[in-house]
């Protein structure tokens, strides 16, 4: 089983063909980052088109046995996730529709503050809001997961503490190794991993030490690393990748209706675009170039097929369903 648990990219048949190229079995995609409940629908209606459109290439899963689909009849998985909460807006009853609808995984905040968690942006970190606490049981209850890839630290540790579920980091890297402020410390990572929860690892160039430079020698010796501190059964792939997106989208991730202003990005000061990716991972045929390197820093397979999917796929199992009613 390979996966990779976040994708952004500028959607297209090229795109779905290099998927089966790579042999990527599922890919958890972004369909909303500041979108209104109206308008993430209006993108799953895209995405209803696309799956219209390209049956052999690309089918909506709802659940892990929807990936196992996917995989026998050579196709990938997309499974919808939200990096913002911005589509329940202020209705928790919204979380339940969105879950009927697909979507699978939620973040609790992008960057900055929301009604729910404090972003990895702000100046100061109150923790999970009154609001957060009871979204929180809803998204347990229904199956969604919760996702605190760009939260703040006191934020993530305390939906790790409060959720009954596990609950995922689903793009990020250690702190420790490159000192970006949507990195994680060893503290956050333990705190989602301990209870069962997955850290997906970003090949976004902001987020390697090295930037678009980055080797994959050295992004492999860091998942091993990682591996040696928290297990290996936690860690996966989230690539984060952006591919064919025009620059002019960066300013809607970043910025979205909020500000003014322009966010040049962490470790950016000049060009507000997309940095290049490192000439090892431009797009999902690319995915051996990790697997090999894996491989060549000492994991055994097991390890190594875990973290190019296995791992994900065994967290879908038993996370992506309501709580079991007892009697």
């Known amino acids: 089983m390979r996966i990779d648990n976040l994708q952004y990219a500028n959607w297209s048949e090229t795109i779905f063909r290099q998927m089966r190229a790579g042999r990527v079995d599922a890919v958890h995609v972004t369909i909303a980052y500041h979108e209104t409940f109206r308008e993430t629908v209006l993108n799953i209606e895209k995405w209803n088109r696309w799956f219209e459109q390209f049956p052999d290439l690309i089918m909506h899963a709802y659940d892990a046995s929807d990936v196992e689909q996917a995989k026998t009849s050579g196709r990938t998985a997309i499974i919808f996730g939200a990096q913002n909460p911005s589509p329940i807006e202020d209705d928790i009853d919204l979380v339940e529709i969105l879950h009927r609808l697909g979507l699978r995984f939620m973040q609790l905040s992008y960057n900055n503050q929301s009604l729910l968690a404090t972003g990895c942006y702000e100046t100061e970190d109150p923790g999970i809001t009154r609001m957060g606490r009871q979204v929180i049981r809803e998204m347990n209850r229904v199956g969604m997961v919760i996702d605190m890839s760009h939260s703040a630290d006191r934020s993530t540790i305390e939906a790790a503490d409060i959720s009954d579920r596990p609950i995922a980091i689903t793009h990020a890297n250690p702190h ?13 990572i333990k705190a989602v991993t301990q209870n069962g929860g997955m850290f997906g690892f970003s090949l976004y160039p902001h987020h390697l030490a090295g930037g678009s430079d980055c080797k994959v020698t050295a ?31 960066v300013e809607w991730m970043r910025v979205g209706r909020w500000s003014k202003d322009i966010d040049y990005g962490e470790g950016s000061t000049s060009a507000p675009g997309f940095p290049p990716m490192p000439t090892w991972f431009h797009d999902n045929r690319d995915f051996d170039a990790i697997e090999n390197g894996l491989k060549a820093v000492g994991m055994n397979e097991t390890e190594v097929f875990g973290i190019m999917g296995e791992n994900w796929f065994r967290f879908y199992q038993t996370n992506f369903g309501p709580v079991a009613r007892s009697g």
């Open 219 to 249: 992004f492999c010796e860091m998942i091993a690393r990682t591996a040696d501190k928290f297990g290996t059964e936690n860690l996966g792939l989230g690539s984060d990748l952006c591919q064919d997106q025009p620059d002019s989208v």
């Open 176 to 188: 420790s190794w490159h000192p970006a402020l949507r990195n994680k410390r060893d503290e956050v």
